[in-house]
């Protein structure tokens, strides 16, 4: 009996404080309008820098309870923590058949999951996946470049009538200055990204309107409202910070994941299963085992 009123009452607190945490999370960036961020050369402000998310939205950008990873012998390293969550309200607006497939999606995702095969990750996951990335402006451009799969796009500052020429995996970015806050749209994403690794989805109809605003020299705001009238039924808003990387000598690094995938994707096309990097983890074999020797 003590027991079990003990595991109810921390479940009960937990559930506050999660609660709580949450209602702080979402809340509107108004009150901390009045930072100006210093100005680049042609006066707009300078949000130049290398960022990252800290959290685990890249899991799930529904609050979350911790669970279980894909791999057992990581134990507690590999397993996915809790998260409270960046979605406004706290649930997406899923159409039923559309909150289906993401269910559907959540129970196989290993084997969906784009970015597990190196994809590029799309909009606005990118932004919050656990790699920094950098911005540079220009007058015309905005650059983003990726440390995850060494995504990249560019973002037309002084073309608001440029059409897409075709769906890309990073969107057609189009943007403009509201006051101190640079706004993006993105539209013709393919339908193949997901917005975390729970099966969160869109289709290829999906409009992220991005807005980042400096909240202090070393922070940015970041929301990003989604249309989709396809897969869900109102249009819905994200919002997380972002953190300046301030190492004295921060940079991106490279992360070219493709050869970490190879296996995954192409492993059952080896006519030789025992050079397969499990085998060599047993200790039968070393790194070069999976790479051919020419004939002398």
């Given at each position: 009996?003590?027991?079990?009123?003990?595991?109810?009452?921390?479940?009960?607190?937990?559930?506050?404080?999660?609660?709580?945490?949450?209602?702080?999370?979402?809340?509107?960036?108004?009150?901390?309008?009045?930072?100006?961020?210093?100005?680049?050369?042609?006066?707009?402000?300078?949000?130049n820098g290398i960022w990252?998310?800290?959290?685990?939205?890249?899991?799930?950008?529904?609050?979350?309870?911790?669970?279980?990873?894909?791999?057992?012998?990581?134990?507690?390293?590999?397993?996915?923590?809790?998260?409270?969550?960046?979605?406004?309200?706290?649930?997406?607006?899923?159409?039923?058949?559309?909150?289906?497939?993401?269910?559907?999606?959540?129970?196989?995702?290993?084997?969906?999951?784009?970015?597990?095969?190196?994809?590029?990750?799309?909009?606005?996951?990118?932004?919050?996946m656990p790699y920094p990335f950098q911005l540079v402006q220009t007058p015309e451009y905005a650059l983003f470049a990726y440390e995850f799969a060494s995504a990249s796009r560019i973002v037309y500052m002084d073309r608001p009538d440029f059409e897409a020429p075709v769906d890309s995996w990073m969107g057609h970015n189009i943007g403009r200055w509201?006051?101190?806050?640079?706004?993006?749209?993105?539209?013709?994403?393919?339908?193949?990204?997901?917005?975390?690794?729970?099966?969160n989805h869109h289709s290829v109809n999906m409009h992220v309107e991005e807005r980042y605003t400096a909240l202090s020299e070393n922070h940015l705001m970041y929301?990003?409202?989604?249309?989709?009238?396809?897969?869900?039924?109102?249009?819905?808003?994200?919002?997380?910070?972002?953190?300046?990387?301030i190492e004295e000598n921060a940079q991106l690094l490279e992360y070219k994941c493709v050869e970490f995938a190879e296996e995954l994707m192409y492993g059952h096309l080896r006519k030789d299963p025992d050079l397969t990097p499990s085998y060599r983890a047993s200790g039968h074999g070393s790194s070069r085992d999976s790479i051919p020797v020419p004939p002398q």
């Open positions: 009996m003590g027991n079990r009123l003990r595991t109810t009452m921390i479940a009960g607190v937990t559930a506050l404080v999660m609660a709580i945490g949450f209602s702080f999370a979402v809340q509107p960036v108004e009150g901390q309008q009045g930072y100006r961020a210093e100005r680049t050369a042609d006066g707009k402000p300078d949000l990252q998310a800290l959290g685990s939205a890249h899991h799930d950008i529904e609050p979350h309870a911790a669970r279980f990873g894909p791999v057992v012998e990581m134990a507690a390293l590999g397993a996915i923590s809790g998260g409270l969550g960046i979605v406004e309200g706290g649930e997406i607006p899923y159409r039923p058949e559309a909150r289906a497939k993401q269910q559907e999606n959540l129970e196989f995702w290993l084997d969906r999951d784009p970015a597990v095969k190196c994809y590029m990750p799309g909009v606005p996951r990118a932004n919050y509201e006051g101190e806050t640079l706004v993006i749209d993105v539209t013709a994403q393919v339908p193949d990204t997901w917005l975390d690794s729970s099966g929301e990003a409202t989604i249309t989709d009238p396809e897969t869900f039924t109102r249009p819905w808003t994200i919002r997380m910070p972002l953190y300046r990387r």
